[in-house]
């Protein structure tokens, strides 16, 4: 039987954290094991607010070195840049005509923004662009044209899915037949969220995040920044209400757990201790990641060559599905 298939961009807008690790790139590596997989570069979603050639050349770069960096493979997934594929927005403009104005002014991100203004006392649409209002048309052909199953995304993608699903059904129903397959968003929820060097949520916009690819000396200036209380050397401490054993937590093995609870709850332990231990997983795990990291983005030609392959294989399945799609709706 045919595997299903996974889709999921990233935006291009700098370097992955270990948040993003956890909460993206790994869960979608596991997916790759069981699907058939379409990762992709989400270039001209990042357009809408990155205007420097150079930049988006080189963040773009970034993404691709990571997914590879990370273990995916690109003779089994389909990892290419949004941008090669020109069925994309062919079908773009096809659903624009199926999706309404009124649907795009209750997106999240578009509303955010029209708030932000309104406080700021400034015209409600000042900043906003068409490639922001429509984003998540854009997003949904990214998904619909290779006939997704599953797209697995963080929660603040959970409308856009919604929405996709809606343009979807009603172009579904005007055409009386599955001219689009209806996904499923996967959205990873067990493991709450990756805590940051101040406790909260590890995210760029609090900018507590602890980045990935962190030479070992950085990353362990890093570590020992993160805010502990005032507790002494000799007093049993919490590991379930601490930021640095919540980090341990997401890189030891079972066992490795249980020793340190043992330590933080016997005493005697002090937090530049915990966090040395933090520091030494971490960085035996991700050592190697970093170093074929550094390969890569080092060898830009053999990143165009699998983006290259990538984009042929997508435009290979889109074009087929674009040509179905004009049949269909008597274009052609
Ligand atoms: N909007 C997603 C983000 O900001 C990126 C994205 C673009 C995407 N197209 C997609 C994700 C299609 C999943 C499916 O993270």
């Known amino acids: 039987m045919a595997k299903k298939i996974a889709l999921t961009g990233i935006k291009p807008t700098g370097l992955p954290h270990i948040g993003n690790y956890f909460g993206m790139y790994k869960p979608a590596l596991e997916l790759a094991k069981d699907f058939d997989t379409r990762y992709f570069i989400a270039d001209y979603h990042a357009l809408n607010s990155l205007k420097d050639p150079k930049l988006v050349k080189e963040l773009s770069y970034e993404v691709a070195a990571t997914w590879l960096a990370m273990g995916l493979d690109p003779k089994d997934s389909i990892l290419y840049k949004q941008s090669a594929v020109q069925g994309t927005f062919e079908l773009t403009t096809f659903l624009m005509a199926f999706t309404s104005k009124g649907l795009m002014n ?3 991100s578009y509303k955010a923004k029209v708030q932000d203004n309104k406080e700021l006392n400034k015209d409600p649409d ?3 662009n068409m490639g922001l209002f429509t984003y998540p048309v854009l997003m949904a052909a990214d998904i619909l044209q290779f006939d997704s199953d599953v797209v697995p995304v963080g929660k603040d993608q959970a409308q856009h899915l919604e929405m996709a699903v809606d343009i979807a059904q009603s172009i579904n129903h005007n055409y009386k037949q599955e ?3 209806i996904p499923q968003a996967f959205i990873k929820e067990s493991t709450g969220y990756v805590t940051g060097l101040d406790g909260r949520k590890m995210s760029k916009s609090y900018n507590n995040t602890i980045p990935l690819f962190l030479p070992s000396k950085k990353l362990r200036k890093l570590i020992m920044k993160i805010v502990t ?3 002494s050397v000799e007093e049993p401490k919490d590991p379930d209400t601490c930021s640095i054993f919540s980090l341990y937590k997401l890189f030891a ?6 020793e340190l609870r043992k330590k933080y709850l016997a005493g005697g332990m002090g937090w530049g201790h915990a966090k040395q231990y933090l520091f030494e997983i971490m960085d035996e795990t991700l050592a190697p990641i970093r170093e074929k990291y550094t390969e890569l983005i080092n060898d830009k030609s053999y990143i165009d060559d699998v983006l ?3 984009a042929d294989r997508a435009n290979e399945i889109v074009s087929r599905k674009m040509d179905f799609i004009r049949k269909a709706i008597g274009l052609a």
């Open 106 to 108: 209750r997106a999240h």
């Open 126 to 128: 000042d900043g906003v």
């Open 179 to 181: 001219l689009l397959k």
């Open 229 to 231: 209380n005032s507790q």
């Open 253 to 258: 093995s079972k066992d490795q757990q249980l």
């Open 308 to 310: 290259k392959d990538g």
